[in-house]
C-alpha cells in the first residue's frame, strides 16, 4: 500500500540557516510527489510537485525538492530559512487512484 | 478568481447533533475530495466526488458519515450523530479533472464536539 513517512515531527532551524525536510515514500510504481505547506488556521497551498523528468523540482517561495528512487525519497529543501517560513510542512503521494496519501506532517520553528 | 470555499471555518456541535459541511470548488473544477485532519495527523482521504456521483468514499466511515455534490450548489459533507471523535478539520479540495493531483484546498472547517 502506498504511504508517506516524515520522520521529524518537529525542526527549529535559525533564521538565514538552510532547511532541509525529509520524507520518504512507499510505492510500487513511479509516484506523483507532492510538498505542502500549512500554517495555523489555515488551509494547505501546495508548494510543488514531481511527477515525471527532471529530479530536482522548484517550487515557490524558493522551495525546492529532489527525487531519489534509490532512497524513495523526496526531501524538501531551502537554502535560507526566513521566519514567515514557521509552518507545518506536508509531504504526500498520489495513491494511483483519486486519493492523496499525506505524511503526518513536519513542524518548522524559526528562531531569530 | 476565488479558490475553494468551505464554511463554517468553525462549528460547534453537541453530541448527538448533525453537523453540515459545505464545500464550493473553484471555478471550473467539477471534481472535488473530502479529506479529514486529526490533531497532530495528516490529513485522511474520506471522500472523492463529481458532479451528482459519488465516484470513490473508500475512507469515509461506514456510518453517520455521507456526501454529495449536486448538480447545483456546493458539495456537502454530513456527519449526524456526532461524537467527540469526529472533532477534527475537515478539508475539501477540487479539481477540473480526474487525477489531476497536486488539487486546490479549502481552509477547511474545524469542527469540536463538545
Known amino acids: 500500500a502506498q504511504s508517506v513517512t516524515q520522520p521529524d515531527i518537529h525542526i527549529t532551524v535559525s533564521e538565514g540557516a538552510s532547511l532541509e525536510l525529509r520524507c520518504n515514500y512507499s510505492?510500487?510504481?513511479?509516484?506523483?510527489l507532492f510538498w505542502y505547506v500549512q500554517s495555523p488556521g489555515q488551509g494547505l497551498q501546495l508548494l510543488l510537485k514531481y511527477f515525471s523528468g527532471d529530479t530536482l523540482v522548484q517550487g515557490i517561495k524558493g522551495f525546492e525538492a529532489e527525487f531519489k528512487r534509490s532512497q524513495s525519497s523526496f526531501n524538501l529543501r531551502k537554502p535560507s530559512v526566513h521566519w514567515s517560513d514557521a509552518a507545518e510542512y506536508f509531504c504526500a503521494v498520489g495513491a494511483g487512484n483519486n486519493d492523496m496519501r499525506f505524511g503526518a506532517g513536519t513542524r518548522l520553528t524559526v528562531k531569530p | 478568481n476565488a479558490g475553494v470555499m468551505q464554511n463554517p471555518r468553525h462549528l460547534v456541535r453537541r453530541r448527538g447533533q448533525e453537523a453540515r459541511l459545505r464545500c464550493s470548488p473553484m471555478k471550473g473544477h467539477s471534481h472535488v475530495y473530502w479529506y479529514r485532519q486529526l490533531p497532530e495527523e495528516g490529513l485522511k482521504f474520506m471522500v472523492y466526488?463529481?458532479?451528482?456521483?459519488?465516484?470513490?468514499e473508500s475512507g469515509m466511515p461506514k456510518e453517520r458519515f455521507s456526501a454529495e455534490f449536486p448538480k447545483e450548489g456546493p458539495s456537502i459533507l454530513r456527519i449526524q450523530q456526532v461524537v467527540r471523535g469526529d472533532s477534527a478539520a475537515y478539508f475539501c479540495a477540487s479539481s477540473p479533472r480526474p487525477g489531476d493531483y497536486g488539487y486546490t484546498f479549502g481552509s477547511g472547517t474545524r469542527l469540536t464536539v463538545v
Open positions: 466526488l463529481q458532479k451528482e456521483n459519488i465516484i470513490d
Open positions: 510505492y510500487g510504481a513511479t509516484p506523483y
